[in-house]
Every structure is written in structure tokens, then in C-alpha cells.
């Protein structure tokens, strides 16, 4: 009657996007970017990274990681790339504003800012160009 329950050793756990797939990794990163959880994205991304080092949706999530850390000189180099690469990408541009604004460098952040309002037409982000030209003194 005092039998010991057998234990089972269940085995560990994989998290989708961990391979060399970089679809896998894409979904994975952004769900946990989703949930704030940038760390771990980058846990995610990296790997993916180092097998596709262009692959423009996982630097973007890479991108978006870094902001979220508030590593935004990383975040403004991948960004910087991006928009090279790409300059009608309009979130990239404006990420890229947001994170120059972020490190207090209105003056290079407004172009990047005013380009995306008016690539996208967006009311917020008309709103971070009129935010930023007041932090950089253009507006009273």
C-alpha cells in the first residue's frame, strides 16, 4: 500500500523557431515580442540570424526587440541598414525615427518621422513628427 508512484522524466521543452527555419523563428519571435518579451525574441532571432543574416523580416523583429530593450543605438543600426536597403519601408523608417527621438536626436529623427506620416498617411504618426519638431524646438 505504500507503493512509490513511478516518475516519468517528460522531455524537454523545444520551442518552436529554436531550428535553422527561419519561418519558424519569424512566428516565434514575434509572439514573444507580442507579449513583451523581447529577451527572449532575441534568444529566438539570433540563431536565425546567424544562418540568414539578410533575411529582412528577422532583423526587423530584431529591430523591434532592441527598442523594446531600449538598446536603441543597436536598434538605430539595424534600422539604419533597413531603410538603406529599402527606403519606402515605412515602418522601418519610422522606427527608426522613434529611435533617434528616443536618444534625444530630434533633428535627425524628424526627417525619418515626416517621411513615414506621409508614406502612410497614419494620424499617429503625424502626431510623433508634430511631438518631435515641439522637443526640437520648431513648434511653440
Known amino acids: 500500500m505504500n507503493e512509490m508512484p513511478e516518475i516519468k522524466v517528460l522531455p524537454p521543452v523545444l520551442f518552436p523557431g529554436t531550428t535553422a527555419r527561419h519561418e519558424a ?23 536565425a540570424l546567424e544562418q540568414e543574416p539578410d533575411n529582412r523580416g528577422l532583423r526587423s523583429l530584431r529591430a523591434w526587440a532592441y527598442l523594446m530593450r531600449a538598446q536603441l543605438q543597436k536598434a538605430a543600426d539595424e534600422l539604419t541598414g533597413l531603410v538603406a536597403e ?5 515602418w522601418s523608417r519610422h522606427a527608426l525615427g522613434r529611435a533617434l527621438e528616443r536618444q534625444a536626436r530630434y533633428d535627425d529623427a524628424l526627417p525619418h518621422l515626416r517621411l513615414a506620416a506621409a508614406m502612410t498617411g497614419d494620424p499617429e504618426h503625424e502626431y510623433d513628427v508634430l511631438r518631435v519638431e515641439r522637443l526640437a524646438g520648431r513648434l511653440q
Open 25 to 47: 523563428a519569424y512566428r516565434t519571435a514575434h509572439d514573444f515580442l507580442s507579449r513583451r518579451a523581447p529577451r527572449e525574441a532575441l534568444q529566438v532571432l539570433e540563431p
Open 86 to 90: 529599402d527606403p519606402a519601408d515605412a
